[in-house]
């Protein structure tokens, strides 16, 4: 296998797991004001997420700078084009983890509303965001053939890339109630694993419509396989939650996120980022590569340092995976 193919599925992979876990650090912040009656049921859900939030960003870090070494060329194309919606991104990102940060600092009732405020916020952004941009890469921007891009904000505001953001809101608002029903104890809970079926039945059916649509515009005989994978792990992870199986439908909903997100790179698969203006214009994964000695230094790397790093955010998960309640925490 080519190292082009390999960093490819590398890029993927990492982004897959930035989507499964950060997700769900998502879809606790968007239900922070949904299952958080009052001040110390907010602190129990922040605290489910509390240890593990900023290690899950690491992938997303991992994942730029693998694509930045890698396909500089498509780094560049992707994030000049791709400009303001990945800067509200990181700004959203930014202002969440401030918030996680600062909303204790203070008594005041006021003082943490303001910060709970943005972590919604902080949360809500990055999960329609992403899937606008994952929706545009998959369908291409028009680029000239000199990889520049040509169009404007609206050109990315495309019906079926609003889809997608909707696609990516919906599965983690589903994978967020989830988790919190699995590490969580009494009403919490049980409000969470309600809310993740009622949720989870609307997400299946636009996450359906919007994979059919993705393998429209580009398939494979491996697209179809994972689309059809992703769908049956959502409904599978939906009917655990149902008979409260919260384990199984977490690892349902996960295996959902990473299908999907496996469908949109098998589907895009050689391209890394098509042309809609001019086909000379296309990113493919050998012409937006670095040189072959780059991604053979990088290859060794990633081959000593991931087992290490997988390990310890195992082990994190590990030490932090008791449940938890409002009894849990001391009223101030």
């Known amino acids: 296998m080519e190292l082009t193919t390999v960093w490819f599925l590398l890029v993927a992979v990492l982004f897959t797991g930035y989507f499964i876990l950060e997700g769900f650090d998502f879809g606790v912040g968007m239900l922070l004001p949904v299952l958080g009656r009052d001040d110390r049921e907010r602190r129990v859900l922040i605290n489910t997420i509390g240890p ?16 930045f070494a890698a396909f500089p060329e498509w780094y560049a194309t992707l994030f000049s ?3 303001l919606p990945l800067l509200l991104i990181l700004l959203a990102l ?19 509303r303001r910060w709970d ?16 941009a994952f929706a545009n890469i998959l369908r291409g921007v028009p680029l000239t ?30 994978h967020g109630a989830v988790f919190v029903a699995l590490k969580t104890t009494g009403d919490i809970r049980e409000r969470a694993g309600a809310l993740a079926v009622q949720v989870g039945a609307a997400t299946a059916v636009v996450a359906v419509a919007f994979l059919a649509w993705t393998l429209t515009i580009r398939s494979s005989a491996a697209a179809v396989v994972l689309a059809v994978g992703a769908a049956l792990a959502l409904l599978a992870g939906l009917a655990a939650a149902r008979v409260r199986r919260e384990g199984w439908a977490f690892a349902g909903t996960a295996v959902a996120i990473a299908l999907a997100v496996a469908t949109l790179f098998a589907a895009l698969f050689p391209n890394v980022l098509p042309s809609t203006l001019d086909a000379a214009g296309t990113l493919t994964a050998s012409n937006a590569a670095s040189t072959p000695y780059t991604l053979k230094i990088m290859t060794w790397v990633a081959v000593v340092f991931t087992p290490i790093v997988l390990a ?21």
């Open 52 to 67: 593990v939030w900023d290690g899950n960003e690491v992938w997303l870090i991992t994942a730029g700078g693998a694509m």
């Open 81 to 83: 084009g791709f400009y």
């Open 94 to 112: 930014i202002a969440r983890g401030v918030a996680f940060e600062y909303r204790h600092k203070r008594p005041e009732a006021s003082w943490k």
């Open 117 to 132: 405020r943005a972590i919604f916020v902080g949360s809500l952004l990055p999960a329609i965001l992403w899937g606008v």
């Open 145 to 174: 053939a000199d990889h520049e891009y040509a169009g404007g904000l609206l050109d990315l505001l495309n019906p079926y890339a609003l889809l997608g953001g909707v696609t990516t809101l919906g599965l983690f608002l589903t």
């Open 312 to 332: 310890y955010q195992g082990w994190t998960y590990w030490v932090f995976r008791r449940r938890i309640g409002v009894q849990n925490i001391p009223q101030h």
